[in-house]
C-alpha cells in the first residue's frame, strides 16, 4: 500500500458521506464513499483501504451484516462503526463481530480524527508486530547454530569458528562459564559434522574416580569382581560419531594419560580385554575451568591440553552479550508458552529492562529459568517485573488491604487502585496507551479521561 492513508465511508446518508469525505479530505486522507454494505463490500474487492466508517442502519446491507460479511471475506481494514441509535449492547455485539470502535452520532469532528488517530495507532502496532515476527523468524534461521540463538557480533563469530570446524575431525575445545551453553555447540557441530554415528555426552566429574575408566572404554566379562557380563564403554559407543567429554577438568590424572594415548593411536583397550580396539571417534571436550592455568599448577597434562586444544571455541558470557538478551527472551518466552500452553503474549517492557541489566551469574541458562517461572506465575498475558525472580528485586507482597492502601475509605481506595493499575498498564505496554487501555479492559478516552484526573494537581 501507498503512503496514502484511504478511509472508506459506508453510510446511506448523503450528507454524511459529504460531511465525512470533507473533514477527512482536510485531513489529508483519501476518502471513497458507498451508500449500503454491498457497496461498500464491492469497493474493499476494488481497493485496500486503511479504515473503514460503516453506519449500522442501512438498507440493503446494514452495517452488522456488512461486518459478518467482512469477516467472512478476510477483510483486514480498521473497521469502526457509527449509529445515531447506538446503546452499548450495540457497541459490544459489533466489537465481538469485528469491529475496532464504535462512535456514536451526532459527533464532532476532532471525535472523529481521534478515533482515526486511535485506529492508525492500532494498524501501526499490527504492522510493527507483524514486522517483527518476521524479523524474528529471519533471525532464528540467520542468527542461530543448531540450538542456539544469538546475533550479537561474539556469538556471530562463535558460531562462524563452530561451522567451519564441524565437516572436519578435528579436536575441539569448548570453554566458557557454567550456562553458557557449552554443550548445544557441541550438539551443533556434531549435527554439522555429518557424521553417521551417535552424539554421546559424558560429564567427566559426574563419573566416581574408580568407574570413570571403565565407563570411557568398557571392561570384560571377568575383568573385576562384579563383571558378569561383557559392557561397552562410551567410546566404543560413539563409533563413527562424537564423544562430547564435559568438564573434562575434572578428569583425574591417571585418566588423563589414558585419554592421551585413545587420542594418539585412535583405539581402546576396555578393562580385561587382550587386544585394543579401533575407534573412529570424533572428541569434542568442554571446560569451565582455565586449563592453561591448571597445565601450570600441574593439575592437568600439558601434552593432553594441546591435543584437546586443536581448535578453541571460548562462549562469552550474557553479560557481555546484552544484546542477545531480548532474543533469547522471545525465544524461551515462546518455547514455554508452548509446552505450558500459557495465554502469555509478551514481555513488558519494564520486565525486559530488568532482564537486560541484570548480570546473569548462571548465563542462559538462568535466563531460561527465569523466563519459565515468569510464564508459569504470570497472572495477566505479558510478563510483568513483579514475575520474574526475587533476585531481581520486585516482589509482591502479601499484605492486609488496609496496610496496601492506607485508607478504610472506599472511594479513595478506588482512586488509589486505579492509580496503581493504570501505572502498572502503562509500564507493561512501554507508554503506549491504546494497549494500556486494553489491559485494563475499558476504552481509550476513559483512559486519557482518567490520566488527566490523576495528573491535575488540584484532585
Known amino acids: 500500500m501507498s503512503n496514502k492513508r484511504w478511509v472508506l465511508i459506508i453510510d446511506d446518508e448523503e450528507n454524511m458521506r459529504h460531511m465525512l469525505s470533507s473533514v477527512l479530505g482536510r485531513l489529508g486522507y483519501t476518502v471513497q464513499a458507498a451508500e449500503n454494505g454491498q ?162 555426552p559424558v560429564n567427566c566429574g559426574g563419573l566416581p574416580e574408580n568407574l570413570i575408566e571403565s565407563e570411557l572404554f568398557g571392561y570384560k566379562k571377568g575383568a573385576f569382581t562384579g563383571a558378569d557380563r561383557d559392557r561397552q564403554g562410551l567410546f566404543p559407543a560413539a563409533d563413527k560419531g562424537t564423544l562430547f567429554l564435559d568438564e573434562i577438568g575434572e578428569l583425574p590424572i591417571a585418566l588423563q594419560v589414558k585419554l592421551l594415548r585413545v587420542l594418539q593411536e585412535e583405539e581402546v583397550q576396555p578393562i580385561g580385554a587382550a587386544v585394543p580396539q579401533k575407534i573412529d571417534v570424533r572428541i569434542i571436550a568442554a571446560t569451565a575451568r582455565d586449563l592453561a592455568r591448571e597445565v601450570e599448577k600441574g593439575s592437568f597434562r600439558q601434552d593432553l591440553y594441546y591435543r584437546l586444544n586443536v581448535v578453541h571455541i571460548h562462549v562469552p558470557p550474557l553479560r557481555e552479550r546484552v544484546g542477545d538478551i531480548p532474543m533469547l527472551s522471545e525465544f524461551f518466552l515462546k518455547r514455554y508458552i508452548h509446552r505450558l500452553n500459557s495465554p ?62 492506607g485508607t478504610f475509605s472506599i472511594k479513595q481506595a478506588q482512586r488509589i487502585m486505579e492509580r496503581s493499575l493504570i501505572t502498572r498498564a502503562l509500564e507493561a505496554t512501554g507508554g503506549n496507551k491504546s494497549r494500556a487501555a486494553g489491559l485494563l479492559e475499558i476504552s481509550y478516552p476513559s483512559l486519557l479521561s482518567k490520566i488527566k484526573e490523576f495528573a491535575d494537581p488540584d484532585e
Open 344 to 405: 502469555v503474549q509478551s514481555i513488558a517492557p519494564a520486565a525486559l529492562s530488568l532482564l537486560v541489566q541484570y548480570a546473569w551469574p548462571g548465563n542462559v541458562r538462568e535466563l531460561e529459568n527465569a523466563i519459565e517461572r515468569a510464564v508459569v506465575v504470570a497472572d495477566k498475558n505479558v510478563v510483568l517485573p513483579e514475575n520474574l525472580p526475587a533476585v531481581f528485586g520486585i516482589h509482591r507482597q502479601d499484605r492486609r488491604l488496609d496496610d496496601v492502601l
Open 39 to 200: 457497496a461498500g463490500l464491492e469497493a474493499l474487492q476494488q481497493q485496500d483501504f486503511d479504515v473503514v466508517l460503516c453506519d449500522i442502519r442501512m438498507p440493503e446491507m446494514d452495517g452488522m451484516e456488512f461486518l459478518r460479511r467482512a469477516n467472512d471475506k478476510g477483510i483486514t481494514a480498521t473497521i469502526i462503526m457509527m449509529s445515531a441509535f447506538g446503546s452499548m449492547d450495540t457497541a459490544l455485539a459489533a466489537i465481538r463481530l469485528g469491529a475496532y470502535d464504535y462512535i456514536s452520532k451526532p459527533f464532532k469532528p476532532d471525535e472523529i480524527e481521534l478515533t482515526l488517530r486511535k485506529a492508525e495507532e492500532r494498524e501501526k502496532l499490527r504492522q510493527d508486530n507483524k514486522a517483527l515476527r518476521q524479523e524474528l523468524a529471519t533471525l532464528a534461521g540467520e542468527c542461530s547454530f543448531g540450538k542456539m540463538v544469538g546475533r550479537s557480533k561474539p556469538m556471530q563469530e562463535v558460531f562462524a569458528l563452530a561451522t567451519k570446524v564441524a565437516p572436519h575431525s578435528t579436536t575441539v575445545l569448548v570453554t566458557g562459564e557454567s550456562g553458557t551453553g557449552k554443550e548445544l555447540i557441541a550438539q551443533g557441530i556434531h549435527a554439522l559434522s555429518g557424521r553417521k554415528g551417535r552424539f554421546v
